[in-house]
């Protein structure tokens, strides 16, 4: 049974367009011909008249089955029923005085149908209220025009998230999702399950079963529990087959719980975890572009395995992360007494091969062929290959690294002919190249600068070394 009046109900929201649509012309018709004394009213009005109150009421009834489900706002609901009431009587009435009256009644009619048409605006606002909240119709109008209707004026709207580590946890986070998702049935006017989703205050505030956020308690957050349903279950939220949070949606939530549900702050300050950043920019669909990087102005990266990481120890290097915030690698290897860094050590390095930011092989007996590997560490900023017997046969291979800033060669055998190498690094901004048998000649005249410690720099602003 209530299944029944649920699906009736259902038929007013589509009912309703067929009186609007009657009674707005029948009203329009008589108060044309009303204010046209020698012009008679088609018969035929009189008939519309009937079919306008027959519709009129047939949807004031389906609007009755439609309220009783619930979760409507009850003062506006009330007016809304009372209006559509008053609507339907003026229709009757309109119907009947034109049947007694016939032409002599004109002005009688026009009295009627100017009455019918406030009443029908009245009720199709309130109704449209009731659907899409009392703001709907103003949402989007200017400030001048909102404060006309009563509604308080918009603040700047949030600009798009561009930096990630800048975002505002809940006002870019969190609300965003709820409006997407949930707002549509809980709020000011449709507060399902007695919940409000449309501000901070109100979410704290809970819903007819409590508290629906408790700060790092997910089992005792009401939201938490009912998005994290299976889809089958009764209590799964959003309701009714709407479309759900994802799966990173659904746990960039619960991280917000258990941040303690701060109501404001900026990303970076809970924690800067690469995880986490990745999820939340998965789940605002937030592109990490060039302005969304790791401190270092590379790509956010999830920090390297554990596994990993112990892997490159146990073979004798030192991994470090770069920082406490950054994803990124500081890797060192130390050799022990004479024994040159193997090709299965280097091979060893591919598997931090998106890690590795800051390279440190200096005296670690590295030849010009296991530069082909290294080069293969795309994200490499600073590499130290100082002190190794590499010529400029093993360094060309180092123009494939496209984020290579510092590059340590001193103390190696290259020669002039390595500039050419150095010139196709398109990020290389410092270069030490002191005791090698590169011509400071040479390299003044690429307009690199010798310094007065003998190493020589490439300028950083210097366009044509680039
Ligand atoms: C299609 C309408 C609809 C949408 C969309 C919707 N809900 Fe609900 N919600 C309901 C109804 C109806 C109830 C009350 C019935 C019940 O408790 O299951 C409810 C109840 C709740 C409750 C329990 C309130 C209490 O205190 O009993 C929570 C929490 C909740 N919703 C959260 C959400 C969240 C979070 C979203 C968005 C992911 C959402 N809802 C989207 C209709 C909806």
């Known amino acids: 049974m209530e299944d029944l009046i649920l699906f009736l109900g259902r038929f007013h929201v589509l009912a309703l367009h067929l009186p609007i649509g009657i009674l707005a012309f029948v009203a329009i018709a008589e108060l044309y011909f009303g204010f046209r004394a020698k012009v008679s009213r088609p018969a035929l009005i009189n008939t519309i008249w009937l079919l306008g109150a027959i519709s009129a009421i047939t ?7 439609l309220s009783l489900s619930g979760g409507y706002n009850e003062e506006t609901l009330e007016l809304h029923l009372i209006w559509g009431l008053i609507t339907s009587a003026t229709t009757l009435v309109g119907w009947i005085a034109f049947g007694i009256k016939g032409q002599r009644g004109k002005g009688w009619v026009s009295i009627i149908a100017g009455l019918q048409l406030v009443s029908l605006f009245t009720a199709g606002h309130l109704g449209g209220n009731l659907t899409h909240g009392p703001e709907y119709l103003f949402e989007h109008a200017p400030n001048p025009i909102r404060s006309l209707a009563g509604f308080a004026a918009k603040g700047a709207p949030r600009s798009p998230v561009s930096d990630l580590a800048q975002a505002d946890v809940f006002l870019d986070v969190v609300q965003p999702l709820l409006e997407l998702r949930c707002v549509s049935c809980h709020n000011p006017s449709k507060i399902k399950g007695g919940l409000l989703l449309d501000t901070y205050a109100n979410i704290m505030l809970g819903g007819e079963s409590g508290a629906s956020v408790t700060p790092r308690n997910l089992s005792g957050s009401e939201l938490s529990v009912r998005i994290n349903h299976d889809p089958e279950h009764d209590d799964y939220m959003p309701s009714g087959g709407k479309t759900p949070l994802t799966a990173a949606q659904a746990q960039v939530m619960d991280w917000w719980i258990l941040s303690g549900a701060p109501e404001s702050g900026a990303l970076a300050d809970f924690g800067n975890d690469a995880d986490i950043f990745a999820l939340i920019a998965e789940a605002i669909a937030v592109k990490i572009t060039v302005t969304n990087l ?7 990266v999830t920090p390297a395995s554990r596994d990993v990481i112990m892997k490159l120890e146990s073979l004798g290097f030192d991994a470090t992360p770069v920082s406490e915030k950054s994803g990124y690698l500081d890797i060192d290897f130390y050799r022990i007494v004479d024994e040159s860094i193997s090709d299965e050590h280097v091979a060893a390095l591919l598997q931090a091969r998106d890690h590795i930011a800051w390279l440190n092989l200096g005296d670690s007996g590295l030849q010009d062929h296991q530069i082909e590997t290294i080069a293969k560490l795309s994200n490499l900023l600073k ?14 291979a180092l123009r494939s690294l496209p984020n290579l800033e510092t590059l340590n060669l001193h103390a190696t055998q290259i020669t002039d002919a390595a500039l050419t190498s150095l010139d196709k690094l398109p990020n290389l901004e410092q270069a030490f190249l002191w005791s090698t048998a590169v011509n400071p000649e040479a390299a003044s005249k690429r307009d690199y600068a010798q310094n007065e410690t003998g190493f020589v720099v490439i300028p950083e602003d210097d366009e044509s070394s680039k």
């Open 59 to 65: 949807a004031a009834g389906l609007g009755y089955l």
């Open 294 to 300: 790791d401190e270092l102005g590379l790509p956010i």
């Open 383 to 396: 590499l130290d290959l100082s002190k190794n017997p590499v010529t400029d046969a093993g360094i060309i």
